[in-house]
């Protein structure tokens, strides 16, 4: 068996939801090879993912995703010093697609087996591509499947601060763009069109928690888009194309300020409110030009940095995982070849108490 301090290189595997990915990193930070297996075909005609046909896909493609990891990073599995794979959270089916793979792996090479939370390696992405922030940060994770602010001390420790409490921000674009026709997965086709529109001609009001939490909530806002296409039904129907309808972009565009506007107020309270060095947001939400674009105005207004993952390191990828297992390795040590999938790992979700001060 070989030992902890050997842990060089780190094979990373993601199959949490519908991109199979391995990688291959040295040390947690100089990433030989990333490759990345989208299924966006697959669940395009279903308007959002099947969790049946993903782990399908991902059973179909993972030996042969890990193959061209190892080869694009010009090593082979016998080079492999641990293996690190998300657990959670995830869909179970495809979670456990990954970790046969990684525990195989482990138990024929003999080598460490890794559990990276997929959260974790989201907010990792960002020092993966920058190097550590300063630290006390604030990370947002803003995904198909997640909006989680942390407050982080230090690093590799977190404190929930607030979360989503229906919707995620990249569920409300794929919601709305299903609704609108544009087809999945909505966040990018809105955030071009959005770009086009005038955000002013439509308006949507902010979401204020009664409790007085910095909690999210964007399902009103889905619902709000909704109420607009039923006073305007002609925004349903496709006379000319999407780029062309002025209705059409300026109401993208304000549903893109709304959920911009929604992410922006929360950071910019906490920062007010704690002693805040850094802001790292991730995430494939993390993508949008817009939301890019208004973080850097609150960067300058505030006088501190806040900063996005390359794009490789943005949306699922096992980069993270795997330059992330290297940190966990060495912190938390390896896991054993029991471990299993935990669909609902929840990261730091022991603090419920400080994000509702006015009720605890
Ligand atoms: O991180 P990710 O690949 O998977 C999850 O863990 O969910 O994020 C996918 C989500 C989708 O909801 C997609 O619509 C959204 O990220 N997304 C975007 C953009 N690109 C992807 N949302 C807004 N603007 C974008 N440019
Ligand atoms: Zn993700």
Redesign the pocket.
Known sequence: MKTINDSDLILGIESS?D?TSAAVVRRGEEVLSNVVHSQIDVHAEWGGVVPELASRHHAEQIDLIIGLALERAGITIKDIDAVAVTYGPGLIGALLVGLAAAKSIALTRGIPLVGVDHIEA?IHSVELTHGPLEYPALSLVV????TSLFYQRERFEYELIARTRDDAA??A??KVAKLLGLGY????V??RLAGLGDPKRYHFSPVRMSDGSADFSFSGLKTAVLNVTRAEPELLERKVKPEEDEDLLDLLAAFQTAVIDEIRRRIERIIKERDVRSVGIS???A???GLRAAMGKLSEKRGLPILFPDGGYT??NAGMIAALGWHVLQLRGPAPLSLNAVPNLKLAEDNEAKRHPRSG
């Not at 995904?143 to 997640?146: E, I």
């Not at 997965?185 to 990018?188: D, I, N, S």
């Open positions: 939801c991109e989201h995904s198909g499947g997640h990249g569920e674009y794929d997965p909505g966040g990018p809105i955030d995430g494939g939400v993508h949008n030009k949306a699922d």
